[in-house]
């Protein structure tokens, strides 16, 4: 594993240069005072609780050994510049592992400063019974707690690191996660992806098409759960971003989603169940194609959706509707077909006919006679009936 160079947060400075026979004698009660150090911390740091027995008591106590070995080395030495690599390589490990426990850095510091005053207490007590005179017993004592600096800076590093490095890996993972719902990817496949992620998968997901300068604002807005795919989601206008939203299939859920996307200009799909979420962004996507202002409910266009479907085809349904009138001037035609389609619309009350073209009731009894005149039974026809709403619609 790639680590990043560590600043130690104190340069140690202080010679010591401990007697072979008290350095001796710290060594042989290594494990002694290491044991004590780890149940120490085990007992005032409530995060760590536990933690003694099991493969974490052993990393624990591993690391332990592993800086006060570190310690003795450096204190043995004549020179400030003694070897520390291990022992700071050791806590920058320790500290990415910590974090992923999920034990914060304030509980890791925490463990560093109560085991630092046990392993002073026992050690600087050896180091006493070894001989060790008052001034070295000082030095002892500045070395002690400045290396501690070093490994907490050390471990505070690794935490951080490894906090970022597996935030953007979730991230990462939840970016893909929300593509493989908005392409289709099998069942399998994206479950899998929901389990890689951490992400527990809802009832259902409503699928958002908006600009990407209201991305930030609406994701203040909606459920912590929302995901957003990366860039490349085939489809998306440009300019635009999609989100998938949690937890949004009632209609009672539905209304609190638009009441907290109102000032955006989004367009809602359908609540769908959440393995279903790319239809939900088809249809976003078709009805974003609609080119309507502001926030946009699905729900309240399907009619639209639906005769924009197949653009074609409804302009050759328009065409033989109106085939029949392809013979008067332009602007009879004009007129007889809004007739047309007010007298379908208004299911032939014409009063209402008359109210939308801005005519004397009269006159919509006059154009209707020619509509009839021209079509026959066919205004009476079911068929025709279904043809010429769709076409006119």
């Not at 806590?91 to 046990?118: D, F, H, K, P």
Request: net charge negative; charged share 25%; proline share 5%.
């Amino acid at each position: 594993m790639v680590t990043r160079p560590v600043r130690p947060a104190t340069q140690i400075q202080t010679i010591v240069g401990l007697d072979p026979k008290v350095a001796a004698a710290l060594r042989s009660h290594l494990a002694e005072v290491a044991d004590s150090a780890v149940l120490t911390i085990v007992d005032e740091v409530p995060s760590y609780a536990g933690a003694w027995s099991g493969r974490m008591g052993e990393v624990i106590r591993n690391a332990v050994q592993l800086a006060l070995g570190g310690f003795l080395t450096l204190a043995t030495r004549q020179d400030a510049d003694a070897p520390k690599a291990p022992a700071i390589e050791g806590a920058y490990q320790l500290g990415r592992g910590e974090a992923r426990s999920g034990r914060t850095v304030e509980a890791l510091l925490a463990a560093y400063r109560i085991g630092a005053r046990a392993s002073w207490r026992d050690m600087s007590g050896v180091a006493v019974e070894a001989g060790v005179d008052s001034g070295q017993l000082a030095k002892f004592a500045e070395l002690v707690f400045a290396y501690i600096d070093e490994l907490s800076a050390a471990s505070v590093a690794g935490h951080t690191d490894e906090l970022e490095s597996s935030g953007r890996m979730r991230q990462r993972n939840l970016e893909r996660l929300a593509r493989a719902l908005l392409t289709d990817a099998p069942a399998d496949a994206v479950a899998a992806a929901a389990e890689r992620a951490g992400w527990e998968p809802p009832g259902s997901l409503t699928a958002l098409v908006l600009p990407e300068s209201q991305v930030s604002h609406a994701l203040t807005a909606l459920d912590p759960g929302t995901l957003q795919p990366s860039d490349d989601v085939p489809g998306l206008p440009e300019g635009h971003a999609s989100l998938l939203v949690p937890g949004t299939g009632s209609a009672a859920a539905r209304r609190t989603l638009l009441r907290a996307l109102r000032g955006t200009d989004a367009v809602v799909g359908p609540g769908v169940p959440w393995l279903e979420a790319a239809a939900s962004y088809r249809r976003a996507l078709r009805c974003a194609a609609l080119d309507l202002d502001g926030l946009v409910d699905s729900d309240e266009h399907l009619a639209s959706l639906v005769l924009a479907a197949d653009a074609s085809a409804r302009e050759d349904l328009r065409a033989r509707v109106l085939a029949p009138l392809a013979d008067l001037r332009p602007s009879t035609a004009e007129k007889l077909t809004d007739t047309l389609r007010s007298w379908l619309l208004h299911h032939g009350r014409r009063d209402a006919v008359a109210e939308e073209l801005f005519v004397h009731a009269q006159t919509v009894r006059y154009r209707v006679g020619q509509l009839r005149e021209i079509y026959g039974d066919r205004l009476e026809d079911p068929a025709f009936v279904l043809d010429a709403t769709l076409a006119l619609a």
